[in-house]
């Protein structure tokens, strides 16, 4: 087809980026709370359980009880600029915002919540990219994080007459860039504090055991980076899991155990940080740092640190740019 006389140019073809994370509520409320957790938690790849048996567990149990103790600990940790988890990866987008180029735009979204992912791919669109990265901030592969994020955005194409190309970020536990930026940041924690620990713990998010059994590589890939931290430290780590949800048995060994039977064990000193996660959040904030804190000093420890996640952290935007850059090979030259 001919274009008509005076019509106007064709944008110029763009790439975009997409830095994606779990989700928050929009307000530390109980009604932001609950609509929330009724959309993270009715999403079968988090919660592997028939929706006929689960639906009404969740409808009827959950939502009518989590929501009020849940929005009392966001209120805890909530910033003026928002949730923690959603103000940092906006944070991470912003840095990143010239870091490939003219031609590239970063931006930023969440698998549950705001800014939704088709919201941001529909922007991405009409802003003229042809070819979008879509970056899940995992280092280790969960179904119930990474494969529904990505899910996420695929079905958001399938919505498009004519879609982009899509390229996915994959899972970089135990990427060198990845190990040496938690090496740095480990280190440049541990020298700021007045107490050397006598024990570093490396607490994960946990999952349902019966997810491990049926194939998904989590638990595979938090092991494996919690064992080349520990080479690169050049002393040992502690690995535990935390954030237990509901009944059924999770990955153990339990943060918060953990941390109860360490002081009796002789570690009166530790340093705990959350590799699993590119932004703190509650999980982090509230769980471990408050928390974890309290139920440590109960059992006897006399010092305590949390050592903040990657974030927007110079080392952590460093890593970033380093995985990121590559998976736009081909799409952006290099510097
Ligand atoms: C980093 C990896 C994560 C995995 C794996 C994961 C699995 C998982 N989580 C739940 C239940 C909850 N998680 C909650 C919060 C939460 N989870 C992650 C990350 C992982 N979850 C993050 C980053 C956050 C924080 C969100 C924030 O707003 O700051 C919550 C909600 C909070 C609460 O009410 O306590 C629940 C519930 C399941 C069932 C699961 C299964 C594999
Ligand atoms: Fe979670
Ligand atoms: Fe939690």
Not at 30 to 38: A, H, N
Not at 268 to 274: F, P, S
Not at 312 to 323: K, N, P, Q, Y
Request: net charge neutral; with cysteine.
């Amino acid at each position: 087809m001919m274009l008509p006389a005076g019509h106007p140019a064709i944008p110029k073809p763009q790439i975009g980026v997409l830095l994606t994370n779990l989700g928050t509520p929009d307000g530390p409320d109980v009604k932001s709370v609950k609509r929330y957790l009724g959309e993270f938690l009715s999403d079968r790849r988090v919660v592997e359980i028939p929706a006929i048996a689960w639906q009404p567990i969740l409808r009827g149990i959950i939502l009518n009880t989590r929501p009020k103790k849940s929005a009392e600990a966001y209120g805890l940790v909530w910033r003026e600029d928002g949730s923690p988890l959603a103000a940092i990866t906006r944070l991470q987008a912003a840095a990143l915002k010239d870091a490939f180029g003219p031609g590239v735009l970063v931006d930023w979204a969440m698998r549950y919540g705001n800014p939704s992912i088709p919201d941001r791919l529909a922007a991405m669109k009409a802003a003229g990219c042809e070819r979008i990265l879509v970056a899940p901030l995992y280092p280790q592969y969960c179904a119930a994080t990474t494969a529904t994020a990505n899910d996420k955005a695929f079905a958001a194409l399938a919505q498009m007459r004519w879609h982009p190309a899509l390229r996915t970020l994959p899972p970089y536990y135990d990427d060198p860039a990845y190990i040496g930026a938690l090496k740095t940041t480990i280190e440049q924690g541990l020298a700021a504090l007045d107490f050397a620990p006598d024990t570093i713990v490396a607490s994960f998010h946990g999952m349902p055991e019966r997810t491990l059994e049926l194939g998904d590589p989590y638990h595979c890939h938090c092991q494996k980076t919690a064992r080349l931290l520990s080479e690169a430290l050049g002393r040992e780590v502690v690995i535990s899991f935390q954030s237990r949800f509901g009944r059924a048995k999770w990955l153990g060994p339990a943060t918060d155990t953990t941390l109860e039977e360490l002081p009796g064990r002789g570690v009166k000193k530790v340093a705990i940080l959350a590799p699993g996660f590119s932004a703190d959040c509650l999980e982090t904030l509230e769980e471990l740092a408050i928390r974890g804190r309290e139920s440590f000093v109960e059992a006897g420890g006399t010092h305590f640190a949390y050592l903040p996640c990657l974030n927007d952290s110079a080392v952590g935007i460093e890593m970033l740019r380093t995985l990121l850059g590559r998976e736009l090979e081909g799409w952006v030259a290099k510097p």
